[in-house]
């Protein structure tokens, strides 16, 4: 089952409130002093949106993969970096909840509800560029304990983590592509920041790159191997929640742009403005995009508990193939809605400003590179022959 | 040459392992050998023209090529059924 928490509708509702009431009135500052929106982050935790998709019998909702989606689109309409930073950790959270089924990582589920940590990831690695599936630092255990330390060149949100998940060769004689998922909280973790995070969008999530240095129970390394955490959870839960901000944040433009035609529309009564058509057209694109997403949403629940399908390529190449679209339709959205909006969508003080949602949006075709993507749906498509 | 040698010769020129393929056992995880999802569809692709057979997609799961043994085991099914081999 992909899950269900009782009050259908209350986390998105939650987010949509929160979004509107405390992340919208943030979000210019979070971008412009590119700091992490704690007032957010306070008020879900004061809400317990952290821990959601934690089944009940850990502490959690028990949400589905569908609700977070939701949430995350809400939030996406008011401020992308915190869209991204909740999209994120949810992610992190679904690994826990579908890989980590022993009992130690059971207990550790249950904190992560009962006190409503924030998860972060740590899966690029210095020298390997963005090849995410391979790892070069590895886990050195001994009598039950285990240490490991990896040179990061991105964690987001890192330095306001409570826990990180950690990829890294299964031992220090494994082969590049034998990883394993590490869970570790932060008072096991010491973080060394290096660089800054002084980016063209999504400035709140505060990605900076750390040297790593992890130690810990031998049990917080997830049994399975990463290889199935990708494909069955991590690759499409991070691919739909990308999707979800990149939807939320297209809303905002869409929004923006509708009531700029609707103002000019009132300025003239009795004619349709010139840019009554590119909205049209615009929002003939939303619904696309939103399309491609929701579709997405349900062809995951559909496979939830599959795990061949999930493995198996045509599903790869479909979620990967959402990445594409979605992070590229995002930035064609906001790129329509300054042409309607005209130098009022230009200028970065006025309501009708878009500047910080066309930043944000050129980012989406950049993490995990859509290049590199395409590169694994070329080769995957020279053997696969679903159609 | 057989099967296994085959698909061993294969998996040398292709499989990128950081092993030789030619010391691995017949059972051996060759992912854990270092078989990369990108080597993998190389590695299919060679498979594929050394048997002159066509993997149906019901078969290019992990579990086929986990092994020497596992993918002799899919040329035999797919070369044991002439009618069929072309069909996916």
Redesign the interface.
Same mark, same amino acid.
């Given at each position: 089952m992909p899950g269900t928490s009782t009050a259908p509708g209350a986390l998105r509702k939650l987010a949509e409130q929160i979004g509107a009431d405390i992340a919208a009135p943030a979000a210019d500052a979070v971008d412009r002093e590119a700091r992490f929106p704690h007032e957010v982050f306070a008020a879900m935790r004061a809400e317990r949106m952290l821990g959601v998709m934690i089944p009940p019998e850990h502490g959690g909702a028990g949400a589905g993969i569908a609700e977070v989606a939701a949430a995350v689109q809400a939030l996406g309409e008011h401020c992308a970096s915190t869209s991204m930073i909740y999209a994120m950790h949810q992610i992190q959270v679904a690994c826990l909840v579908r890989h980590g089924e022993s009992p130690f990582m059971r207990e550790v589920l249950a904190r992560v509800a009962q006190e409503e940590m924030l998860l972060a990831s740590a899966t690029t690695e210095a020298g390997i560029g963005g090849a995410i599936?391979?790892s070069s630092c590895a886990v050195e255990e001994k009598q039950g304990r285990f240490r490991l330390e990896k040179q990061a060149p991105v964690i987001s949100y890192g330095a306001h983590a409570d826990g990180i998940l950690v990829t890294a060769r299964?031992a220090p004689d494994?082969?590049?592509?034998?990883q394993v998922l590490v869970y570790v909280p932060r008072d096991g973790l010491t973080l060394t920041p290096s660089g800054t995070w002084d980016t063209l969008g999504f400035r709140g999530t505060c990605s900076l790159g750390f040297h790593l240095a992890a130690e810990g129970d031998a049990r917080q390394v997830l049994p399975e191997?990463y290889?199935a955490i990708s494909s069955r959870t991590m690759l499409p839960v991070s691919h739909i929640l990308w999707s979800s901000v990149w939807l939320g944040l297209a809303t905002a433009a869409v929004r923006k742009a509708r009531a700029f035609v609707r103002a000019e529309a009132r300025k003239k009564p009795g004619t349709t403005p010139p840019a009554a058509v590119r909205l049209a057209e615009l929002v003939n694109v939303h619904q696309q995009l939103r399309a491609t997403v929701h579709d997405a949403v349900r062809e995951y629940e559909r496979l939830w508990d599959d795990t061949?399908a999930l493995?198996?390529?045509?599903f790869a190449i479909r979620m990967n193939n959402l990445k594409l679209a979605a992070s590229c339709q995002v930035v064609d959205i906001v790129h329509q809605a300054m042409l309607i909006c005209g130098m009022s969508g230009y200028r970065e003080d006025s309501p009708f400003s878009l500047g910080r949602l066309l930043r944000d949006a050129t980012g989406a075709a950049l993490m995990i590179n859509n290049d590199r993507i395409y590169g694994?749906n070329a080769?995957?498509l020279?053997?696969?022959?679903?159609d | 040459m057989t099967t296994s040698e085959r698909i061993r010769q294969i998996l040398r020129d292709h499989g990128r +392992?950081?092993a030789d393929a030619g010391t691995l056992g017949e059972d051996s995880d060759l992912?854990?050998?270092?078989?990369?999802?990108?080597a993998s569809?190389t590695l299919?692709?060679a498979l594929?023209d050394a048997f002159e057979i066509e993997?149906?997609?019901r078969m +290019?799961?992990?579990r086929t090529f986990e092994s020497v043994a596992a993918i002799r085991d899919a040329v035999a099914e797919l070369t044991s059924s002439p009618g069929l081999k072309a069909v996916?």
């Open positions: 599936r391979t299964r494994a082969a590049p592509n034998d191997p290889a061949e493995d198996a390529m045509p694994g080769a995957m020279l053997v696969s022959k679903d | +392992l950081a992912y854990q050998a270092g078989l990369t999802s990108h569809v299919m692709l594929e993997f149906p997609e +290019l799961r992990r996916s």
